[in-house]
């Protein structure tokens, strides 16, 4: 009888998958407990399970999660081309600076401690890491390369030990822990603001097996069809939850989510910053974690947050895309200048905005997806028009600043 006149908050309920700490509240003019025992039969009869080892998972498809597959099977998959706005010309750049973001988010979730103008500044100036935080962002920078190179492949056991290897080189207080699963059971997830341990992961002998079972469900499919975006999540929880490392998990987990989806064809994963997002809501994500797993092994309450995670993911792409447009369109006219290229009015907007900015050749390289010769050249043509000066650091290294007569200049060309 509740179920029927809870029928409108049913639907609201599960399409936010509330835990009871939440529904207790917003049961309205319902017996709590009864509208939690209508949401848990709810969810029970609709329920599919997954299976790892001798454990048993289990998922919703709700109304919003439809929803939400359905916009990110038409904006973010298939096989033709961008439609929202990249340029093919500008797509590498694109795809750096995303990977960038990817990279440092998901390191600054870790305990990196760096700035993102900083870290940004070391990537795209090749800069040798010097420190731990910096190493973090410059592994994470080089494992989301790896994974793009390698988007078509079987997803191994080896092949996930490589990304860790990656993802962990010089970060780790043993070395030898670079690649290779956890060889005790003395590792616990814990809530660093009550100290309360939250997650005991399987313990180690169970390792090689899960991660060959986690392998097969993600290179096979299974005689009921689980939605790519949906086992992508899953496949993210389940590095989380089987916890095969003794650190990096979190960050081989959020690599592994997308690979999958790359490899699944949803080729717009590479222009999104989903850790950027994540770290940004921190507590839910790890609520999310914690529900799945006291309530049953739910899914839903991770792959919901997960899927919320996309969509904001994809808001700000599409914002930034736009700001990125209109930074095209600004610098447009300074190709009114004669003998500048598209990039060359790009750089000159950059010390136009920004009259302190120190440029070198191994940034516009970065920046611009080009060859050194090209930056270099680049670079000294705008010297020959008067633009910029080169400044000589030392025998070898030059960079190029802003020069006195800019302004005067811009006014005789414009």
């Not at 990249?86 to 750049?93: L, S």
């Not at 770290?279 to 797993?293: G, I, V």
């Not at 070198?360 to 028009?385: G, H, M, P, Y």
Request: hydrophobic letters at 35%; proline letters at 2%.
């Amino acid at each position: 009888m509740v179920k029927l006149q809870l029928e409108g908050s049913l639907r609201e309920f599960q399409d936010g998958y509330l835990y009871w700490d939440k529904i207790k509240y917003k049961s309205r003019n319902y017996n709590p407990e009864e509208v939690w025992h209508a949401v848990k039969f709810d969810r029970y009869l609709k329920r599919s399970p997954v299976k790892f080892g001798n454990y048993t998972f289990y998922y919703m498809i709700t109304d919003y999660m439809q929803r939400a597959l359905h916009q990110f099977d038409m904006h973010i998959g298939g096989n033709l081309g961008s439609n929202i706005g990249i340029a093919e010309t500008d797509k590498n750049k694109f795809i750096i600076s995303s990977i960038m973001e990817e990279a440092i988010s998901s390191s600054q979730m870790e305990g990196a401690n760096t700035t993102r103008k900083k870290a940004k500044e070391m990537i795209q100036n090749e800069q040798k890491p010097r420190n731990k935080s910096e190493q973090m962002i410059m592994n994470n920078f080089i494992t989301m390369k790896h994974i793009v190179q390698h988007k078509d492949e079987k997803i191994t056991p080896d092949s996930i030990l490589y990304i860790h290897k990656l993802i962990t080189s010089k970060t780790l207080e043993v070395a030898l822990d670079e690649g290779r699963y956890r060889e005790g059971n003395d590792i616990y997830v814990v809530d660093h603001n009550n100290s309360e341990v939250v997650h005991t992961p399987p313990p180690q002998k169970e390792l090689s097996g899960l991660m060959v079972e986690l392998c097969e469900f993600c290179n096979n499919d299974s005689k009921q069809f689980v939605h790519p975006i949906i086992k992508g999540c899953i496949v993210h929880f389940m590095i989380g939850w089987i916890h095969p490392f003794t650190d990096g998990n979190g960050r081989t987990a959020r690599a592994l989510f997308y690979w999958y989806m790359l490899k699944k064809g949803y080729w717009l994963i590479e222009y999104l910053s989903i850790s950027r997002i994540i770290k940004d809501s921190k507590s839910q994500y790890e609520k999310a974690f914690l529900y799945s797993e006291i309530d049953d092994n739910d899914l839903s309450y991770f792959i919901t947050y997960h899927i919320r995670t996309m969509e904001k993911a994809f808001d700000a792409l599409k914002a930034y895309i736009t700001r990125k447009q209109k930074e095209v369109f600004q610098a447009a006219k300074f190709l009114m200048i004669s003998n500048v290229n598209d990039r060359m009015a790009q750089i000159l907007k950059i010390v136009h905005d920004d009259p302190e900015r120190i440029l070198n050749i191994k940034e516009i390289q970065s920046r611009f997806d080009v060859s050194s010769f090209t930056a270099r050249s680049d670079l000294r043509q705008l010297v020959e028009l008067g633009f910029l000066e080169i400044v000589q650091v030392n025998k070898k290294k030059q960079i190029f600043i802003r020069s006195k007569q800019f302004e005067k200049l811009l006014s005789k060309f414009l």
